[in-house]
């Protein structure tokens, strides 16, 4: 219980820094005895009051992204419903050979995000366009395919959420953490719902890693709003090439 309540509280504070909080908890329940689906589900719903407690941490950068968030939101919740239902019709190694080369992609990207947005800013200024606030129709495809994965095995989504709007979206990479905890908090919401219908909790398990994110929710919060740009870089990609590792050895 210790380890769990532990996890949790890891797991929320690197969640709301860059996110991968699931390669914390996962193998910890999986350790206690839970069988991989349980495992995965009772995560799910354990992480909703983190992602919740770090979005609020952030509520300082969510103002004026009302519409945003309300757009993506929408991408969010479709493609979280649709990588649950996934998670109960596919055997659980379906994602384990591409999961790390999802993650690498993303380091990737968000390495080459400052390089990659000043190349779309001079093309649209050359061009004479303005950004959408909203990244457009293909911000919006490529975060509901990525709720899709999401909604089935969570870790290191919030490194792709950041790198897609990093490379679509003209902000602050802070601004942008602050809508990943919150479109990662749609996501674990919409698929444990849909659990509670069709799949069995460890309650223990849900509890203790509730209170333990929403602690660590807040640690992340308090953390990673002091960060400047390039440290919070650096600490996504430690981050991700720790869980591209450890999703290798699994």
């Not at 990207?109 to 990659?116: E, G, K, N, T, Y």
């Not at 308090?222 to 999703?247: D, E, F, N, S």
Request: include cysteine.
């Amino acid at each position: 219980m210790l380890a769990v309540f532990a996890a949790g509280i890891g797991a929320g504070t690197i969640n709301t820094i860059v996110g991968s909080g699931t390669l914390i908890t996962f193998p910890v329940l999986l350790a206690t005895g839970l069988p991989p689906v349980t495992a995965t589900v009772s995560n799910a719903l354990g992480l909703i009051p983190g992602s919740i407690s770090g979005a609020i941490g952030y509520r300082a950068e969510l103002a004026g992204q009302r519409r945003r968030i309300l757009r993506l939101g929408i991408a969010a919740a479709i493609g979280g419903l649709c990588g649950a239902v996934l998670l109960l019709l596919l055997p659980s190694t379906a994602f384990e050979t591409i999961v790390p080369v999802l993650v690498a992609l993303a380091l990737v990207l968000v390495i080459l995000q400052p390089r990659i947005s000043r190349a779309v800013q001079r093309r649209r200024e050359r061009e004479n366009t303005e950004t959408s606030p909203t990244g457009g129709p293909l911000l919006f495809v490529a975060l509901l395919l990525a709720s899709v994965y999401g909604g089935y095995f969570t870790a290191a989504q919030g490194i792709i959420y950041l790198s897609l709007m990093g490379m679509l979206l003209n902000d602050t990479l802070q601004r942008l953490n602050a809508v990943k905890n919150v479109l990662a908090a749609i996501v674990n919401s919409i698929a444990a719902l849909f659990f509670l219908f069709v799949a069995h909790f460890d309650w223990t398990a849900v509890v203790l890693i509730a209170v333990g994110s929403t602690i660590g929710g807040q640690i992340g919060a308090k953390a990673g709003r002091r960060l400047p740009p390039t440290a919070l870089r650096i600490v996504i990609l430690v981050v991700g090439t720790l869980a591209i590792v450890q999703l290798l050895l699994r």
